[in-house]
Protein backbone atom coordinates (compact mmCIF):
# COMPACT_ATOMS: atom_id res chain seq x y z
CA UNK A 1 0.00 0.00 0.00
CA UNK A 2 0.89 3.29 -0.71
CA UNK A 3 0.38 4.78 2.65
CA UNK A 4 -1.94 7.67 3.66
CA UNK A 5 -1.77 10.27 0.60
CA UNK A 6 -2.17 13.88 0.62
CA UNK A 7 -2.17 16.76 -1.65
CA UNK A 8 -1.15 19.52 -2.01
CA UNK A 9 1.99 19.05 0.04
CA UNK A 10 2.36 23.08 0.42
CA UNK A 11 0.06 25.45 -0.41
CA UNK A 12 0.58 29.27 -0.25
CA UNK A 13 -2.41 31.72 -0.31
CA UNK A 14 -3.63 34.88 0.27
CA UNK A 15 -5.93 35.76 3.17
CA UNK A 16 -9.41 35.52 2.29
CA UNK A 17 -9.22 32.72 -0.47
CA UNK A 18 -10.56 29.44 0.19
CA UNK A 19 -8.09 26.01 0.94
CA UNK A 20 -8.95 22.64 0.17
CA UNK A 21 -6.86 20.11 1.70
CA UNK A 22 -7.07 16.61 0.41
CA UNK A 23 -6.15 12.84 1.74
CA UNK A 24 -6.59 9.40 0.41
CA UNK A 25 -6.60 6.92 3.50
CA UNK A 26 -4.90 3.52 3.40
CA UNK A 27 -7.44 1.32 1.63
CA UNK A 28 -9.62 -0.81 4.56
CA UNK A 29 -8.86 1.60 7.14
CA UNK A 30 -12.63 2.73 8.87
CA UNK A 31 -11.20 5.62 10.69
CA UNK A 32 -9.66 8.91 9.44
CA UNK A 33 -8.57 11.88 11.15
CA UNK A 34 -7.13 15.12 10.83
CA UNK A 35 -4.69 16.77 12.85
CA UNK A 36 -3.02 20.22 12.84
CA UNK A 37 0.32 20.99 14.19
CA UNK A 38 1.91 24.69 15.27
CA UNK A 39 4.66 25.23 17.03
CA UNK A 40 2.71 27.31 19.70
CA UNK A 41 -0.50 24.60 20.16
CA UNK A 42 1.56 20.80 19.15
CA UNK A 43 -0.22 18.67 17.62
CA UNK A 44 -4.22 18.98 17.80
CA UNK A 45 -7.08 16.55 16.54
CA UNK A 46 -9.65 18.35 14.28
CA UNK A 47 -11.90 16.01 14.00
CA UNK A 48 -12.07 12.20 12.56
CA UNK A 49 -14.57 9.81 10.87
CA UNK A 50 -15.50 6.30 11.31
CA UNK A 51 -17.00 4.61 8.31
CA UNK A 52 -16.70 7.98 6.39
CA UNK A 53 -19.38 9.21 9.17
CA UNK A 54 -17.75 12.54 11.17
CA UNK A 55 -17.64 11.44 14.76
CA UNK A 56 -15.76 14.47 16.85
CA UNK A 57 -15.24 17.83 15.55
CA UNK A 58 -14.71 19.42 18.61
CA UNK A 59 -11.78 19.93 17.36
CA UNK A 60 -12.63 22.10 14.56
CA UNK A 61 -11.88 25.35 15.55
CA UNK A 62 -14.64 27.53 14.13
CA UNK A 63 -17.09 27.67 11.14
CA UNK A 64 -14.88 28.91 8.56
CA UNK A 65 -13.45 24.87 8.79
CA UNK A 66 -15.38 22.09 7.40
CA UNK A 67 -14.44 18.61 6.33
CA UNK A 68 -16.28 15.56 4.35
CA UNK A 69 -15.70 12.73 3.87
CA UNK A 70 -17.66 11.27 0.53
CA UNK A 71 -16.58 8.36 0.17
CA UNK A 72 -14.21 5.25 2.29
CA UNK A 73 -10.90 6.64 0.33
CA UNK A 74 -11.19 10.05 0.14
CA UNK A 75 -11.63 13.14 2.32
CA UNK A 76 -11.06 17.20 2.30
CA UNK A 77 -10.57 19.32 4.61
CA UNK A 78 -11.70 22.81 3.47
CA UNK A 79 -10.78 26.42 5.30
CA UNK A 80 -13.11 29.49 4.08
CA UNK A 81 -12.25 31.81 4.34
CA UNK A 82 -8.71 31.53 5.30
CA UNK A 83 -6.25 33.71 7.82
CA UNK A 84 -2.81 34.05 8.37
CA UNK A 85 -3.51 32.70 11.60
CA UNK A 86 -4.72 29.13 10.17
CA UNK A 87 -1.17 28.91 8.77
CA UNK A 88 0.10 25.32 9.82
CA UNK A 89 0.80 21.93 9.19
CA UNK A 90 -2.32 20.07 8.18
CA UNK A 91 -1.68 15.98 8.92
CA UNK A 92 -4.06 13.38 7.80
CA UNK A 93 -3.67 10.07 9.28
CA UNK A 94 -6.23 6.87 9.17
CA UNK A 95 -6.23 3.43 11.15
CA UNK A 96 -8.57 0.15 11.14
CA UNK A 97 -10.47 -0.83 14.72
CA UNK A 98 -9.37 -4.80 13.32
CA UNK A 99 -5.63 -3.52 14.04
CA UNK A 100 -6.08 -1.89 17.47
CA UNK A 101 -6.10 1.77 16.73
CA UNK A 102 -2.85 1.66 14.95
CA UNK A 103 -2.59 4.91 13.19
CA UNK A 104 -0.65 6.43 10.04
CA UNK A 105 0.18 9.29 9.33
CA UNK A 106 0.46 11.09 5.93
CA UNK A 107 3.57 13.82 4.75
CA UNK A 108 1.07 16.70 5.63
CA UNK A 109 0.16 19.74 3.92
CA UNK A 110 2.24 22.54 5.13
CA UNK A 111 0.16 26.01 4.54
CA UNK A 112 0.62 29.13 4.51
CA UNK A 113 -1.52 32.26 4.52
CA UNK A 114 -0.10 35.63 3.62
CA UNK B 1 -10.40 12.91 29.35
CA UNK B 2 -7.15 11.21 29.64
CA UNK B 3 -4.06 13.58 30.27
CA UNK B 4 -0.79 11.88 28.46
CA UNK B 5 2.43 13.90 29.66
CA UNK B 6 6.09 13.14 28.58
CA UNK B 7 9.17 13.55 30.51
CA UNK B 8 11.69 15.31 29.56
CA UNK B 9 10.79 17.86 27.40
CA UNK B 10 14.00 18.41 25.77
CA UNK B 11 16.67 16.09 25.45
CA UNK B 12 20.29 16.81 24.06
CA UNK B 13 22.76 14.03 23.95
CA UNK B 14 26.37 13.36 22.88
CA UNK B 15 26.30 10.72 19.75
CA UNK B 16 26.48 7.53 21.04
CA UNK B 17 24.77 7.63 24.58
CA UNK B 18 21.96 6.21 25.34
CA UNK B 19 18.62 7.69 27.12
CA UNK B 20 15.35 6.73 28.25
CA UNK B 21 12.00 8.79 27.16
CA UNK B 22 8.89 8.75 29.27
CA UNK B 23 5.27 8.80 28.71
CA UNK B 24 2.90 8.87 31.49
CA UNK B 25 -1.01 8.36 31.13
CA UNK B 26 -4.05 9.66 33.51
CA UNK B 27 -6.16 6.48 33.37
CA UNK B 28 -6.64 3.08 31.25
CA UNK B 29 -5.90 2.50 27.71
CA UNK B 30 -6.36 0.28 25.43
CA UNK B 31 -3.43 1.22 22.99
CA UNK B 32 -0.16 3.42 22.83
CA UNK B 33 1.94 4.26 19.71
CA UNK B 34 5.19 5.88 19.72
CA UNK B 35 6.45 8.15 16.85
CA UNK B 36 9.34 10.25 15.74
CA UNK B 37 9.03 13.42 14.03
CA UNK B 38 11.77 13.81 12.00
CA UNK B 39 13.25 17.65 11.11
CA UNK B 40 11.70 17.06 7.75
CA UNK B 41 8.32 16.52 9.64
CA UNK B 42 7.26 13.26 8.72
CA UNK B 43 5.25 11.51 11.98
CA UNK B 44 7.24 8.14 11.72
CA UNK B 45 5.44 5.16 13.71
CA UNK B 46 8.22 3.41 16.10
CA UNK B 47 6.04 0.90 18.38
CA UNK B 48 2.54 -0.02 18.96
CA UNK B 49 2.84 -1.38 22.11
CA UNK B 50 -0.40 -1.74 24.27
CA UNK B 51 1.84 -3.61 26.92
CA UNK B 52 5.27 -5.55 27.59
CA UNK B 53 8.43 -5.15 25.26
CA UNK B 54 9.16 -4.87 21.87
CA UNK B 55 12.59 -3.69 20.15
CA UNK B 56 13.32 -2.36 16.55
CA UNK B 57 17.27 -2.08 16.48
CA UNK B 58 18.87 0.34 18.58
CA UNK B 59 15.17 1.23 19.89
CA UNK B 60 13.50 -0.62 22.25
CA UNK B 61 10.20 0.34 24.01
CA UNK B 62 8.46 -1.09 27.49
CA UNK B 63 4.80 -0.59 28.28
CA UNK B 64 3.30 -0.99 32.12
CA UNK B 65 -0.12 -0.54 31.11
CA UNK B 66 -1.00 -1.38 34.95
CA UNK B 67 1.06 1.69 36.15
CA UNK B 68 -0.06 3.94 33.24
CA UNK B 69 3.20 4.40 31.92
CA UNK B 70 5.44 3.95 28.64
CA UNK B 71 9.23 3.76 28.32
CA UNK B 72 11.30 4.41 25.01
CA UNK B 73 15.04 3.47 25.21
CA UNK B 74 17.21 4.92 22.35
CA UNK B 75 20.97 3.07 22.54
CA UNK B 76 24.19 4.29 20.71
CA UNK B 77 22.56 7.45 19.65
CA UNK B 78 23.21 9.15 15.99
CA UNK B 79 22.35 12.57 14.87
CA UNK B 80 19.65 11.01 12.57
CA UNK B 81 17.37 10.18 16.10
CA UNK B 82 16.74 13.62 16.14
CA UNK B 83 13.33 15.45 16.35
CA UNK B 84 10.88 14.71 18.38
CA UNK B 85 9.32 12.29 19.75
CA UNK B 86 5.52 11.44 20.61
CA UNK B 87 3.32 9.00 22.47
CA UNK B 88 -0.13 8.83 21.97
CA UNK B 89 -2.63 6.36 23.39
CA UNK B 90 -5.75 5.07 21.79
CA UNK B 91 -8.97 4.44 23.85
CA UNK B 92 -12.67 3.47 23.07
CA UNK B 93 -15.49 5.74 23.97
CA UNK B 94 -19.39 5.61 23.37
CA UNK B 95 -18.44 7.50 20.10
CA UNK B 96 -15.59 5.30 18.85
CA UNK B 97 -11.87 5.42 18.98
CA UNK B 98 -9.78 8.37 20.89
CA UNK B 99 -6.37 9.24 20.01
CA UNK B 100 -4.47 11.97 22.50
CA UNK B 101 -0.89 12.99 21.49
CA UNK B 102 1.52 13.50 24.72
CA UNK B 103 3.26 16.89 24.26
CA UNK B 104 6.27 15.17 22.80
CA UNK B 105 10.40 15.05 24.18
CA UNK B 106 12.27 17.20 21.38
CA UNK B 107 15.82 15.55 21.63
CA UNK B 108 18.84 16.78 20.13
CA UNK B 109 22.21 14.42 18.96
CA UNK B 110 25.62 16.10 18.99
CA UNK B 111 28.38 14.74 16.97
Known amino acids: DAGVIQSPRHEVTEMGQEVTLRCKPISGHDYLFWYRQTMMRGLELLIY????????DSGMPEDRFSAKMPNASFSTLKIQPSEPRDSAVYFCASSHDREGGEQYFGPGTRLTVT | GIQVEQSPPDLILQEGANSTLRCNFS?????LQWFHQNPWGQLINLFYIPSGTKQNGRLSATTVATERYSLLYISSSQTTDSGVYFC?????????????FGPGTRLSVLP
Open chain 1, 49 to 56: FNNNVPID
Open chain 2, 27 to 31: DSVNN
Open chain 2, 88 to 100: AVVFWSNYGQNFV
